[in-house]
């Protein structure tokens, strides 16, 4: 039996907001726990609504939790919306050649640790309507020192949730190294991931897969948080990694599609840049 447009719609917007939910709840208890053993000020989220010019296009919310004691910044954003792509960047989208209407709901993650040892995470899914839909998104790890089994363990758990859902892991982690190069510098920018776009075929199964990759992406941070959270670190390391974020900088502003995608469907600044990282440096 096939599902009309706009019970998908439904269900996957409520996935979103499921899983902004949980993200919120496991982060905010990572905050939580190593604060008070620590005998720390505890940091909390806080919460952002926001709407595009016509409210009848929807908008989103966000969390955003800034100097705590695990995260230096994260944010959680989710949104749905809908409207017309503008001429000079419809060709961009698929299923736009007659048509610049578009729905789109999605949630995306941006994590910056506080410990430099604990690597940067970021993670997105989306489902976007035109004349044709498509589920996309992907999850990728910057760290600013090397630890080879975190790598095994990063990527072994990203291939499980591709077997597991007949997908090509070879091909999504490819992908993803090839997306988050930054070309002016000739690097990757971190230890990669998967990254997949434009899943048209099986919408039931591709949805099965885009909750896999959330919940993988859940389970992954805590592990590696949990890990780590307690290690210390030199002043060179810290430099290090403010270096590093220079770099993440750099990318997001010169090539990722999502800031892209955000400016140019009156997206809201703040949720946006929320994925900039703090106190970044340049060599």
Not at 70 to 98: C, E, L, R
Request: charged share 30%; aromatic share 16%.
């Amino acid at each position: 039996m096939e599902i009309s447009q706009e019970i998908e719609k439904k269900l996957v917007s409520q996935w979103f907001a499921f899983l902004q939910r949980k993200i919120l709840e496991e982060f905010q208890n990572l905050e939580l726990e190593f604060s008070k053993k620590k005998r720390l000020k505890v940091k909390y989220f806080r919460k952002n609504i926001w709407r595009k010019d016509n409210p009848q296009d929807g908008g989103g919310q966000y969390y955003i939790l800034k100097n705590g004691q695990i995260f230096d910044q994260v944010g959680i954003n989710h949104s749905t919306v809908q409207g017309k792509f503008q001429k000079n960047y419809k060709s961009n989208i698929p299923g736009t050649k007659k048509n610049q209407s578009y729905w789109a709901s999605g949630i995306s993650v941006v994590a910056h640790m506080k410990n430099p040892n604990i690597p940067a995470i970021h993670f997105n899914t989306r489902f976007v309507i035109t004349s044709k839909r498509w589920f996309g998104g992907g999850m990728d790890v910057t760290p600013s020192n090397k630890d080879f089994n975190e790598k095994k363990f990063v990527h072994k758990n990203l291939k499980f949730v591709c077997d597991n859902n007949k997908k090509n892991y070879k091909n999504y982690k490819k992908w993803c190294d090839d997306y988050f190069y930054i070309k002016h510098l000739g690097e990757t920018r971190g230890i990669g991931g998967i990254f997949f776009d434009y899943l048209y075929k099986d919408w039931v199964k591709n949805f099965k897969f885009i909750r896999d990759v959330g919940i993988c992406f859940v389970e992954i941070t805590k592990t590696i948080v949990e890990k780590k959270k307690f290690l210390r670190w030199t002043k060179k390391q810290k430099g290090d990694q403010l270096i590093k974020r220079g770099k993440y900088v750099e990318f997001n502003l010169l090539y990722d599609r999502g800031t892209k995608f955000g400016l140019n469907t009156g997206g809201n600044i703040d949720a946006i840049f929320m994925s900039l990282p703090p106190n970044a440096r340049w060599k």
